[in-house]
Structure formats: C-alpha cells, structure tokens
C-alpha cells in the first residue's frame, strides 16, 4: 500500500522522523490510501511546532493561524507542496472555522479527537522498511469497509466547531458513494442553518465539487433531504409544486424535479455546465401563468432565470468568467431548432453564444430533454441542427483572404501605384495555389508577382 507515496514525499517524511519528531500522514491521505484511490494532498500531522517545522525545512512557509508549514517539492518535474500540520486542539471555537484561540495538541489522539469524520481520522506511521502502521482510535477503517461517514465523537460538537463539515459529510459521501451515519445525519438536518457562518468562497468549492462527482443528482438530493440546499440555493427549491403538464407535452414532473433530472442526464461532466443545467428552468415559478384554456405557461423564464443566476453566481463568488457561462447557457436554453433555419441564422446562434460554448449548450439540450421525460437524447431535429453547426464550424475554404500577401505587398515588390493590376496579379496567384497550397510561401510567390507583372506591365 505504501509504495504509491511518492519517494520525494517520503524523504520529507522521513527527515521529520530524523530530527526526531513524530510525524503522521493523516485526513484524505490516509483514507484514500486504504481505498485505493487517486491521493491528492499528502497531508502530515506532527508534534514538532511550526518553528521547529521551519528549522528542519527553511523553504517551507509558514502563513496561516493554524500551524500548517507548507514544504514545496517537486514530484515528477511537477511543482507541489506538501502541508504538515502541527498536532492541535482548538479552544473556544466559532462555527465559522475562527478558533479564537488555537493550542497545540500534545499528542496525536488530540489531533484525530478534533477531526471531522471517522475515516479521515486515521493516522499512518511508516516505520524500519517501510512497514506501515494505522493509528485509528475512531475505528475509521471500519467504517471505511462499511462505507459510511461518521463524526468522530459527538457530531454536534464537531459539526459547531466548523460548521463546513455539514456540507462537508454530504460531499464525501457523494465523491465516495457512502451513506451517512444515522445520528451524524440527525444533526446535521438539526445544525443545517449553521451553514450560513460560513463564507461563499467555501460553499462553493464544496458545491461543485458534488457536481463534480459521480452522483451528482444523488449529493443534491441528500443536500435537499437534510435541509442545506435550502440554506445555499433556496432559489432551487421555488420549483417544488409548480406543475408543467400540458397536453401533447412530454413534462409530467413538477419544475424542482425537472431541474435535478436534466442534471442526474447531462453528458457533460464539467461542474460548472452541470450547475447550469440543475438551474436552467430557475426562472419558471416567477413567470408562470396561466393561458386562456387554464394552461400553464412560462414566458421568458429563460430571461428570468438568467436574471437570478446572476444573483445566485455573484452570491456564491463565482469567478467572472463561470459566471457569464452559465448565465449564457441559460439565457439560450430555448434555442429553437427548426430544420429551415439559414446558414447564416445558425451563423449568427454560435456568433451569439460563443464557439467555445457550442458543445456545452448541446449538452444543456440533451439534459433538458432526457429530464423532462423523452426518451431519445436527440431529435432528428436536434441530430440536423447540429449537423449544421458542425457543418459552419468547419475551417472556411482557403480564400484570397488566406494567401501570404496582399495587395499591399504587390504594390511595394513591383514599385508600382494601386490599380486594378493589383486584382489580376493575385488572382492569378490565388488560382496557382489553389491548385497547390505549398505554393503559398512567401519566397515562390515574390517571384511569381515579379514574373506576372512584368507580362502585364510589358
Ligand atoms: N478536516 C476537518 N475539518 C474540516 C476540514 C478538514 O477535520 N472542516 C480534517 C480532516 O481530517 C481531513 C483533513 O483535515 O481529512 C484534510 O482536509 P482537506 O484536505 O480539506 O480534505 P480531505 O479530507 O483531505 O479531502 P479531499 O482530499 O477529498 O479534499
């Protein structure tokens, strides 16, 4: 199991242990180890104090209040840093992750006692010949076997301490496909609202890293079920009752349901595409009426629901850039397909949302339908659109445009004033390389403009 710690890793590990300090790799590290899992961060906890810590590495940083000494090294040509935490307890802690005041621990149980889940406290000693010893006085492993996520002791106190670890639980459980612990879960739906302590920035890394997952239809549920997608996107939640059946149509679920449906189908894998998609028909409750046979309608809910995304994306400090993707996305959700579109129309459909965002937006389509209960993920409609844009993507046919000079070029290489000898020459040029495109370097075509005006001028 240890020999997937990277050897640069272990040195440092090792010289900890030299200088003769406890070290410990511990957190994520450790339970993805004993997963088998992609590590990460090789994160180290030890007794030696972040001074001691910058004795032993004097190119290692020290710049936070939590005892974490960052060690940078390089793991295959690659730049990282490994993180070595000083054992800790904190005293008179806040749920916003603000001790007020932090001591070191003495001993590594005070470490593991203040971590957030069972199996992510378990430490791992490695000792002569690299023979490996676990440290897990919360019975992680177990727990790891039995796939479930567990506070360490009591989980209020430690869903109190930081109140991220609510979301946190929600999030491992779904990257891992775990179920969470009966009493960790109780309390997380009773301390729910404690979410709102924690600054945007947080939430969202965690948010979109359910997205991210596998599951993510799976995280949004159990994040509805215990109460915090109220807290985060209460926006989401609007949708829940407002029906969209209309005859002939394929909707039979209530808006919320939808919305979480097109995410549970969308083929893109990009988080942020993915949060799009979870709330591309956002705007619906607000613009729902009703029209003369009793229908329901939702006019413009994409106009709508690019309004409030914008709200949601800058609440949750989405960069610039994610934030204009999704508002994009869902302002044009309801491109139109319709086979008699021009060239030029589609022309103008990808000008106005970006070529970059062209799979996306198909992605978003695909999801919109499968979500809405069709059983095809494209229409031959659909197949047809995208064959066109497909079609005006491909690079434009080598033109006048495209040769390596102009007519700018013609004037100074025959010294000679504008004037419609300027055409002739390069069209006459354009259709040699035409024929041959290696003709379009610069050496073959100042000859050829030599040769040619001087058979017209003479
Ligand atoms: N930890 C904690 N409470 C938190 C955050 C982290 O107790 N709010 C502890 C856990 O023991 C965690 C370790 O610090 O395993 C490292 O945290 P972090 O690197 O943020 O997450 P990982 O658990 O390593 O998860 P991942 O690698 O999936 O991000």
């Known amino acids: 199991m240890t020999n997937v710690i990277p050897k ?13 300090f406890q070290a410990y790799f511990v957190g994520g590290s450790v339970r993805d180890l004993l997963l088998k899992r992609k590590v990460k961060d ?7 104090t972040p001074e001691e810590l910058l004795k032993v590495f004097p190119d290692g940083f020290y710049d936070n209040q939590f005892g974490t000494v960052g060690v940078p090294l ?5 730049e990282e840093v490994i993180e070595i935490t000083t054992f800790r307890t904190e005293q008179s802690y806040t749920p916003t992750h603000k001790p007020e005041k932090v001591t070191w621990g003495k001993t590594l149980d005070d470490d593991l006692s203040r971590r957030d889940f069972t199996i992510n406290a378990i430490a ?39 109140a991220l670890r609510l979301l946190r639980a929600i999030r491992i459980a779904t990257e891992l496909g775990f179920t969470i612990d009966k009493d960790t879960w109780e309390k997380i739906v009773e301390d729910a609202p404690l979410i709102k302590h924690i600054s945007a920035e947080r939430i969202k890394i965690e948010l979109l890293r359910v997205l ?35 005859p002939g149509r394929h909707h039979k679920d209530d808006v919320f349901t939808h919305n979480l449906l097109s995410l549970k189908f969308c083929p893109s894998k990009d988080p942020v595409v993915r949060f799009a998609t979870l709330l591309h028909d956002i705007g619906k409750p607000e613009v729902s009426a009703k029209d003369k046979q009793g229908l329901v309608t939702f006019h413009n809910h994409e106009v709508a629901g690019a309004r409030m995304v914008e709200k949601i994306c800058d609440r949750l400090k989405f960069s610039r850039k ?7 996305l869902i302002r044009w959700h309801m491109f139109s397909v319709n086979e008699n579109q021009t060239d030029a129309a589609i022309r103008r459909f990808i000008r106005k949302i970006g070529v970059e965002n062209v799979k996306d937006m198909m992605d978003l389509r695909v999801a919109d339908r499968l979500g809405g209960g069709t059983q095809t993920a494209e229409s031959w409609r659909l197949k047809l659109f995208k064959e066109k844009i497909e079609e005006q993507l491909k ?11 102009d007519g700018n070029d013609v ?34 075509l100042d000859q050829r403009v030599r040769e040619l005006g001087q058979n017209l001028i003479e």
């Open 8 to 20: 640069e890793i272990l040195k440092i590990y090792h010289r900890l242990e030299k200088q003769g």
């Open 42 to 48: 090789w994160d180290l906890t030890t007794n030696a």
């Open 74 to 78: 390089k793991i295959e040509d690659k």
């Open 124 to 162: 791992l000693r490695i000792g002569e010949k690299n023979v490996f010893e676990l440290i897990d006085p919360y019975d992680g492993e177990k727990d790891l076997k039995k796939k479930i996520i567990k506070a360490v002791g009591d989980p209020s106190l430690r869903f109190k301490e930081d």
């Open 212 to 246: 991210a997952s596998e599951n993510p239809y799976d995280g949004i549920m159990l994040l509805k079920n215990c109460g915090l997608l109220e807290q985060i996107l209460p926006e989401l939640l609007k949708g829940i009752g407002i029906s969209q059946a209309r």
């Open 322 to 328: 994610e934030k204009e993707k999704v508002i994009m």
């Open 395 to 405: 690079p434009a046919p080598f033109s006048i445009n495209d040769l390596v000079i």
């Open 411 to 444: 004037i100074k290489i025959l010294n000679i004033k504008p004037g419609p000898i300027i055409g002739k020459i390069l069209n006459e040029i354009f259709a040699e390389v035409d024929e041959d495109l290696s003709k379009n370097n610069r050496k073959f």
